[in-house]
Antibody, heavy 119, light 111 residues
Framework: QVQLQESGPGLVKPSQTLSLTCTVS??????????WSWIRQPAGKGLEWIGR???????NYNPSLKSRVTISVDTSKNQFSLKLSSVTAADTAVYYC???????????WGQGTLVTVSS | QSVLTQPPSASGTPGQRVTISCSGS????????VYWYQQLPGTAPKLLIY???QRPSGVPDRFSGSKSGTSASLAISGLRSEDEADYYC????????????FGGGTKLTVL
């Protein structure tokens, strides 16, 4: 059973870059036909898809965030990462990483990590 | 403003059947699969329905999904107190809104 765990700073200053890592356990990030996604959820609000990456390095991003988002994968560490630049208070949210079977939306989710943007 | 439209709330009594709607357009629900997620308070979303009407292993058959045109529905039969949660629909989107869009979520209350 694959497990995903987000990690990273819980507090980021405005205008800085938010950086999160998702560690995958219970399976290799390189095996199988899976995409690896990031989704976020502001407190009391709905889900927002951020983007995803395939182990080949191919990426898809939410058009509204595309200019600020970079998702990368490190197969040697069985991890994938999210970088969101020029953050503002509107980027405060719980950030989830997830695994998507090829052709489908996220099936397996991490527990989520709260990132607050504040000075 | 979410691309997919859901009612903000729904309710039912134990044992009842409730449905939650999700309205979209030709670029998302009209031409792609619909997915449904359940989010219990303080937890990560859980996939309930994929590819319009398929249930992942372990999801009770009390949960069912359907799609017609640019709308979709999630039905929960034999409602239980533990079904009280937020429910989200999602779909691929072929327009500039995509590639993945979510509904705004429906808070289900079991009375």
């Amino acid at each position: 059973q694959v497990q995903l765990q987000e990690s990273g700073p819980g507090l980021v200053k405005p205008s800085q870059t938010l950086s999160l890592t998702c560690t995958v356990s219970g399976g290799s990030i390189s095996s199988g036909s899976y995409y690896w996604s990031w989704i976020r959820q502001p407190a009391g609000k709905g889900l927002e898809w951020i983007g995803r990456i395939y182990t080949s390095g191919s990426t898809n991003y939410n058009p509204s965030l595309k200019s600020r988002v970079t998702i990368s994968v490190d197969t040697s560490k069985n991890q994938f990462s999210l970088k969101l630049s020029s953050v503002t208070a509107a980027d405060t949210a719980v950030y989830y990483c997830a695994r998507d079977p090829s052709g489908d939306l996220p099936l397996d989710w991490g527990q989520g990590t709260l990132v607050t943007v504040s000075s | 403003q979410s691309v997919l439209t859901q009612p903000p709330s729904a309710s039912g009594t134990p044992g009842q059947r409730v449905t939650i709607s999700c309205s979209g357009s030709s670029s998302n629900i009209g031409s792609n699969y619909v997915y449904w997620y359940q989010q219990l308070p303080g937890t990560a979303p859980k996939l309930l329905i994929y590819r319009n009407n398929q249930r992942p292993s372990g999801v009770p058959d009390r949960f069912s999904g359907s799609k017609s045109g640019t709308s979709a529905s999630l039905a929960i039969s034999g409602l239980r107190s533990e079904d009280e949660a937020d429910y989200y629909c999602a779909a691929w989107d072929d327009s500039l809104s995509g590639p993945v869009v979510f509904g705004g979520g429906t808070k289900l209350t079991v009375l």
